[in-house]
């Protein structure tokens, strides 16, 4: 639709076209080398059963979604770049890859009306989002978890998403932060912290 907000992403694809091939080829010969490119997909791995619905928002080239999927989980990866997208079918054919705007996440116009039991966004997703539209891409996650499902988000401190903006945003995205950590494998988070690691809830709404 004409109205949609861009994405940084997308910006940044209009200035260079080739990047996302290069962001590809950048992740598949690191993987070559033997590099661990699959740290996120192994916290969130930890956090959830045996064969659980994750959602891979910003899911790229499907490197996150794609190793969920291998130890036996229900993946569905969503990202606004067809390249990535492509490339993801290419190296992880059984898995549902889509692209589309998390800034208006709708999963059940797709066929998929199953809430998750996590959403994993890794890899500077939301700091990529336009900046009006992040809080919206947090209220597509509230509305895509199953009650008590977790939403485990990361990304830079430097990327001009203050982490202050992005408390009030999960706030009034109806999310509640659960812990924050300062990397993948779970270091503390501190102020001075140059990375966040947010596992968020979605709120329950008091009755009566």
């Known amino acids: 639709m004409s109205d ?112 998750f039991d996590a959403i994993v966004c890794a890899g500077n997703v939301l700091p990529f989002a336009a900046p009006a539209t992040r809080q919206d891409v947090l209220r597509g996650f509230a509305r895509h978890l199953r009650p008590g499902g977790r939403a485990i988000v990361g990304f830079g401190t430097d990327r001009g998403y203050a982490v202050s903006e992005f408390r009030a945003h999960v706030t009034g995205a109806g999310l509640q932060a659960e812990l924050l950590l300062a990397t993948w494998d779970l270091v503390p988070w501190t102020d001075d912290s140059d990375f966040i690691v947010a596992i968020l809830r979605r709120a329950e709404v008091a009755s009566g």
């Open 4 to 115: 949609r907000i861009l994405s940084l992403w997308e910006e940044k694809l209009a200035a260079d076209p080739g990047h996302s091939r290069w962001y590809v080829e950048r992740f598949r010969a690191l993987l070559a080398e033997g590099s661990d490119i699959v740290g996120e997909a192994r916290t969130v791995d930890a956090m959830v059963a045996r064969g659980s619905r994750i959602l891979d928002a910003g899911c790229g080239f499907g490197r996150v979604g794609g190793h969920l999927a291998s130890v036996g989980h229900t993946v569905v990866g969503v990202d606004v770049d067809p390249t990535l997208i492509d490339a993801a079918r290419a190296d992880h054919p059984d898995v549902t890859w889509l692209v589309g705007d998390l800034a208006r996440l709708d999963l059940a116009g797709h066929g998929i009306p199953e809430p």
